[in-house]
């Protein structure tokens, strides 16, 4: 199977026109699709939230020469490759092992069932969760009501289904908690903000927040669960992987950079 074949069944299942429409209608920077193109027969497909170094090792090992990832292997224009940079150490690698790439960035977070949404479940969320900033599919990010709980059993609770010990918890342990506003990787903004606290959330669950975005919200009245970027993704883009590995013809695999749980 060629890679414009693998590709034509991922991108009918996660839309790279998800990516553009979100950048059209809210603005934005992303380079999903096919990011690098050895020009070889695909033998298998590690699928890996990052184009590290670990996720490229596994693809040697194991003879897979495609690696789909989430985020993008370039994400903005490369003035040079040179091996003693941790980038163009990467895409060295990969074109040396005649390893293609294919990333699904914002496409993937937008998606219906995608990492936003996961992220989402995964905080206790459940049924239709609608996005608040729709696409024509999908979209990004939710506001939705769990099972009434504690502050501190809701961070022990996302902890656990997101398999990371890396939590940064701002609020007392003892609140309650019954509605959750979520936002994969590090889309929390101002707008975020003033969105959950309107609707009545008591939590915000995000990643890499910005200061000035943590008082805000702070002050907003907004408790704070903020993860590590990889925790807040990796989850919902395994789940993606669990849904596409049968449907892609070849053998797939699935890396996590154990270091970053």
């Known amino acids: 199977m060629n890679l414009r074949e693998v590709y034509d069944r991922l991108d009918a299942a996660v839309p790279k026109r998800l990516s553009d429409e979100y950048i059209a209608a809210y603005g934005g920077h992303d380079n999903s699709g096919v990011l690098i193109d050895c ?4 033998t298998g497909a590690v699928f890996s939230l990052d184009c590290s170094m670990g996720a490229l090792e596994a693809a040697v090992r194991s003879g897979k020469n495609l690696l789909v990832t989430h985020h993008p292997a370039i994400f903005r224009p ?5 091996v003693t940079d941790p980038l163009g150490r990467r895409l060295l690698m990969a ?14 977070d937008c998606v219906p069932g995608g990492t936003d ?3 989402a ?17 999908g979209g990004y990010g939710r506001i939705f009501s769990v099972p ?8 022990a609770h996302v902890g656990q289904e997101l398999n990371t010990k890396r939590l940064f918890e701002y609020g007392k342990g003892e609140d309650f908690v019954e509605k959750v506003a979520s936002f994969c990787g590090a889309g929390a903004d101002g707008a975020a903000v003033a969105r959950a606290a309107a609707a009545g959330a008591q939590v915000l669950v995000s990643a890499d927040i910005k ?8 002050e907003s009245g907004l408790k704070i669960l903020q993860l590590t970027h990889y925790a807040s993704e990796n989850y919902g883009f395994k789940h993606l992987y669990k849904k596409l590995c049968g449907e892609l013809g070849v053998p797939c695999e699935y890396h996590e950079d154990e270091f970053m749980l």
């Open 39 to 42: 020009g070889k027969q695909i």
């Open 78 to 82: 490369v003035a040079n490759l040179r």
């Open 95 to 108: 074109a040396e092992h005649g390893i293609s790439v294919i990333s699904m960035h914002l496409n993937a």
């Open 117 to 119: 949404e996961q992220l």
């Open 121 to 137: 479940r995964a905080c206790g969320g459940s049924g239709a969760l609608p996005p608040e900033e729709p696409v024509s599919a």
């Open 148 to 155: 009434r709980v504690s502050f501190a059993q809701f961070c």
């Open 211 to 218: 200061h000035n975005i943590l008082c805000d919200a702070l």
